[in-house]
């Protein structure tokens, strides 16, 4: 089955950084679009970022110019690198597998606050 670990949220100050990553097994990664997904307390989880098989990238319009999603299929790993962060990017964080139902991952915690 697939599995998906997510890693390095944690506290930050506003306009701090942090590099969330996202390690995959039980699937051919290198063929799937992998997504980075949000979901605040009360809200609906939301779509950051996604990135193809071949590199051709999306992202959410809260986030672009601040976060860049990328992938290293030799290491079966997907990356956000998140700057400039804001107060509203509190959430929770899941990388995803689109295209395969039920491959979300545990999730890792970003706060901002100060």
């Known amino acids: 089955q697939v599995q998906l670990v997510e890693s390095g949220g944690g506290l930050v100050q506003p306009g701090g950084s942090l590099r969330l990553s996202c390690a995959a097994s039980?699937?051919?990664?290198?063929?799937?679009?992998m997504g980075w997904y949000r979901q605040a307390p009360g809200k609906q989880r939301e779509l950051v970022a996604s990135?193809?098989?071949?590199?051709?990238?999306n992202y959410a319009d809260s986030v672009k110019g601040r976060f860049t999603i990328s992938r290293d299929n030799a290491k079966k790993t997907v990356y956000l690198q998140m700057n400039t962060l804001k107060p509203e990017d509190t959430a929770v964080y899941y990388c995803?597998?689109?295209?395969?139902?039920?491959?979300w991952g545990q999730g890792t915690q970003v706060t901002v606050s100060s």
């Open positions: 995803n597998v689109p295209t395969i139902s039920g491959s």
């Open positions: 039980g699937l051919i990664f290198s063929i799937y679009t």
């Open positions: 990135i193809t098989s071949v590199g051709s990238t």
